[in-house]
T-cell receptor, first 116, second 112 residues
Framework: DARVTQTPRHKVTEMGQEVTMRCQPI?????VFWYRQTMMQGLELLAY????????DSGMPKDRFSAEMPDATLATLKIQPSEPRDSAVYFC??????????????FGPGTRLTVT | EDQVTQSPEALRLQEGESSSLNCSYT??????LFWYRQDPGKGPEFLFT???AGEEKEKERLKATLTKKESFLHITAPKPEDSATYLC?????????????FGKGTKLSVKP
C-alpha cells in the first residue's frame, strides 16, 4: 500500500530556530506539493515540483521558507528563522500529473509545527 | 479570482439522517473537481474526481455530483464513522498545472 511519508510528525521549537521537514513521495509520482493548514486559512499551497524541478513557490514567504527536492525520493521544506505565526500543520502530497489531465493528489500524515 | 466555497461549515446529523454538503466554485476553466475526507490528526484522503457537469460518482454511502457551478456530496444513511471534515478542491486550466484550490471544508458529525 503506497503512501506518502513525512518526518517528523510533531515539532516544537523556539522562535528563530531552523526547522526542516521531510517528505517521501509515492514512487512513480512526478509531482510533489507542500501545503500548510491552519484553522483560519484552511489548506494553502506553498510550493510544488514536477519531475524534481520547482514549478511554483509563490505561496511561500521567500525570505524564510525554502523547498527543495534533492532526489526523487525526498522533498524538504525548510524554515529559517522560524516565527510563532509559522505554527501550523504542514502536508506533503504527491501525484501523477499529465498534461491536460486532472490528477489526484495523495497526502502524507503531516508535520505539526509549534513555534514558541 | 478562482474561489471555492463550502457550506455549511459544520453539520450535525443523527445516524441514518441523509443530507448533502455543498461546494460552489468560480474558476476560469474547470479541469477537475476533487472531494477529500480528513480525519482529525491525519492528512486528507482522496475520495472522488469529477470532470464534467452531469457526472456522478459513488462510494459506499457517498455520492458526488457536479454541475457547472457547484458540486454536492450526498450522504445516505450516515454512520458515526462518516464523521470527518470533507474538503472540496478544484483544478483549473489557467495558471500553473496541477495545483488544487481548496475550500475550507465542512465538518460533519454523525451521532449514534
Amino acid at each position: 500500500d503506497a503512501r506518502v511519508t513525512q518526518t517528523p510528525r510533531h515539532k516544537v521549537t523556539e522562535m528563530g530556530q531552523e526547522v526542516t521537514m521531510r517528505c517521501q513521495p509515492i514512487l512513480g509520482h512526478n509531482t510533489v506539493f507542500w501545503y500548510r493548514q491552519t484553522m483560519m486559512q484552511g489548506l494553502e499551497l506553498l510550493a510544488y515540483f514536477r519531475n524534481r524541478a520547482p514549478l511554483d513557490d509563490s505561496g511561500m514567504p521567500k525570505d524564510r521558507f525554502s523547498a527543495e527536492m534533492p532526489d526523487a525520493t525526498l522533498a524538504t521544506l525548510k524554515i529559517q528563522p522560524s516565527e510563532p505565526r509559522d505554527s501550523a500543520v504542514y502536508f506533503c502530497a504527491s501525484g501523477l500529473v499529465k498534461p491536460l489531465q486532472a490528477g489526484e493528489q495523495y497526502f502524507g500524515p503531516g508535520t505539526r509545527l509549534t513555534v514558541t | 479570482e478562482d474561489q471555492v466555497t463550502q457550506s455549511p461549515e459544520a453539520l450535525r446529523l443523527q445516524e441514518g439522517e441523509s443530507s448533502s454538503l455543498n461546494c460552489s466554485y468560480t474558476v476560469s476553466g474547470l479541469r477537475g473537481l476533487f472531494w477529500y475526507r480528513q480525519d482529525p490528526g491525519k492528512g486528507p484522503e482522496f475520495l472522488f474526481t469529477l470532470y464534467s457537469a452531469g457526472e456522478e460518482k459513488e462510494k459506499e454511502r457517498l455520492k458526488a455530483t457536479l454541475t457547472k457551478k457547484e458540486s454536492f456530496l450526498h450522504i445516505t444513511a450516515p454512520k458515526p464513522e462518516d464523521s470527518a471534515t470533507y474538503l472540496c478542491a478544484v483544478l483549473n486550466y489557467g495558471g500553473s498545472q496541477g495545483n488544487l484550490i481548496f475550500g475550507k471544508g465542512t465538518k460533519l458529525s454523525v451521532k449514534p
